[in-house]
């Protein structure tokens, strides 16, 4: 079968033949339809992440989308952060376990660019982050993460939504989707800018850490929520011990990583069905798998026209 296959950590992956996958007890092969190339495949790939190096040469791919007979599946594997190959092929082992079936409606490859950016965005808005109807909300960052939380959250019932990104590409996403104000975060006392916007803000859903959360913190309310889920600006933040104490705010982490496979497929599902009713979409590029070096270069240097989607079954 075809495949895109990583051989040097740190390069992008190059199409490749590779044997198909054996079928192992308590697994399925999955024929692939849609493979993301995400932030986390990027990580993985570049032999620096939590998870440590990957064995070369691997098939890259946490997640996809596919067929098993005549049913529409949702994937997860754990390619580049532990053995064995992933998505971005023709077929894929699966755990049986793992598969989440999907509406037979759902466009594959909007599901495929949703995927796991969007159950973090649901999760961490709803379960770590406790969003309540009518709360102030602030979203920092509009790609998949972003641009999936402002369209949750207004369907959730968020009372204000305020948008922070560092592009015009990204503030016209952040307006589509349904936020209410957005903030350049090249603006000088960006802090400042916050509490204008966002004044007494209920919770901050943080996938950039650095600087632009440490600004937003300041706009939270008394007892405020803030949960990180990324460190797109930053691995570290200067925020003070001040803006912390001083009105005893909540910071907490999320990764999908810790979530019950039951909790997965509920967050997959209730993504499914919004997706499937054309009620929460993200900005994607689909692209056959020969192409999958330029896709990997463009997702990985921010100038793919949103999440780049791999269709492994499209000559
Ligand atoms: N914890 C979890 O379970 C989980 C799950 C999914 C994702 N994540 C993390 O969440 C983050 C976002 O994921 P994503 O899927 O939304 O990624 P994405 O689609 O690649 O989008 C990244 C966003 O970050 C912005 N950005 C990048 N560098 C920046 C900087 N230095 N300053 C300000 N903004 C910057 C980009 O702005 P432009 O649009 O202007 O380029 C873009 O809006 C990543 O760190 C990812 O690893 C975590």
């Given at each position: ?161 305020v948008a922070a990104t560092r ?129 990997w270069q463009r997702q990985s ?15």
């Amino acid at each position: 079968m075809r495949a895109a296959v990583i051989s040097q950590l740190g390069r992008p992956p190059e199409p490749a033949d590779r044997t198909e996958p054996a079928v192992l007890a308590d697994h399925v092969v999955v024929d692939v339809l849609a493979a993301p190339i995400t932030p986390l495949d990027l990580l993985c790939a570049g032999g620096t992440s939590y998870f440590g190096a990957p064995a070369t040469p691997y098939v890259p791919g946490v997640q996809g989308i596919g067929t098993v007979g005549e049913r529409t599946v949702w994937f997860p594997t754990s390619a580049g952060m532990a053995a064995g190959d992933g998505s971005m092929a023709e077929k894929a082992l699966v755990r049986q376990e793992d598969l989440v079936f999907l509406p037979d409606d759902v466009p594959p490859y909007a599901m495929g660019a949703l995927g796991l950016s969007a159950v973090a965005a649901h999760m961490a808005l709803t379960w770590r982050g406790e969003l309540e109807q009518g709360e102030c909300l602030i979203v920092l960052g509009c790609g998949a993460v972003g641009q999936a939380a402002i369209q949750l959250a207004r369907i959730a019932g968020a009372g204000r939504v305020v948008a922070a990104t560092r592009s015009g590409r990204s503030r016209e996403r952040a307006l589509r989707a349904g936020a209410d104000a957005v903030i350049d975060l090249a603006t000088d006392d960006l802090a400042a800018q916050f509490r204008e916007a966002a004044p007494d803000a209920d919770l901050l859903l943080d996938p950039l850490f650095g600087p632009p959360a440490a600004a937003a913190a300041e706009a939270l309310r008394p007892g405020g929520r803030w949960v990180n889920l990324g460190s797109s600006a930053g691995e570290t933040c200067p925020v003070t011990s001040a803006t912390l104490r001083s009105r005893s705010l909540r910071l907490s982490g999320y990764t999908n990583n810790e979530l019950s496979p039951q909790q997965r497929a509920e967050a997959i599902s209730t993504v499914a069905h919004l997706a499937a009713h054309g009620r929460l979409s993200v900005d994607h590029e689909v692209v056959p798998l020969a192409e999958v070096a330029d896709a990997w270069q463009r997702q990985s240097g921010g100038t793919s026209h949103g999440r780049m989607v791999l269709a492994p079954a499209r000559s």
